[in-house]
């Protein structure tokens, strides 16, 4: 149980288009969700928390407006990176707490490419 | 400055043996410390927990301790396997509720035929 699908799991795009990655509960139901950013040989770097039905929670750095995040219901939450850029090439990867001390199931993981 | 530190980038041990990772911290408070086994390209998979009135947990092949005076965690994988290579990741819990975790960098482990 406790399933997490992420996707897509790599995309290409080009500089100031905007991307979208998806993040579903497959098996069980999810109110909150935690979004993080991954660079080469670096831990993972919270960058928001997104609470279905409620505006998300974004930590201390990571632009909102660039970084829209929607729960829009008990199994789905997405991230869009809106106007992309190469810095914002890097892995990303959603996760949802299960019922046990905030134990993590992650997703796959996306890959983002900005050319 | 809050501080996780895991021991090396990379630990190279021979198959059969034991490997020992470290995690320390610095100005936490940790309720609860979790390993992490991460794949490349990969999301993190989770493998223990422990709790700050624990002193050591198992699982199979992997046992974790957990020293709160010494600020650190150590997490061992006895009989290694070359299946067993993988980045392993420690992460702090200080018990808020839905704040997410926060990892340390990480250790590449490779073991070796």
Redesign the interface.
Known sequence: GAV?S?HPSWVICKSGTSVKIECRSLDFQAT?M?W?RQFP????M?MA?SNEGSKATYEQGVEKDKFLINHASLTLSTLTVTSAHPEDSS?Y?C?A?RA??????????S?LTVL | SQKIEQNSEALNIQEGKTATLTCNYTNYSPAYLQWYRQDPGRGPVFLLLIRENEKEKRKERLKVTFDTTLKQSLFHITASQPADSATYLCALDEGGGADGLTFGKGTHLIIQP
């Open positions: 997490v992420q909150t935690f993080y040989k670096q831990s993972l919270l928390t892995f990867i996760s707490p046990q001390a905030n134990v993590l199931t992650f997703g796959a993981g890959r």
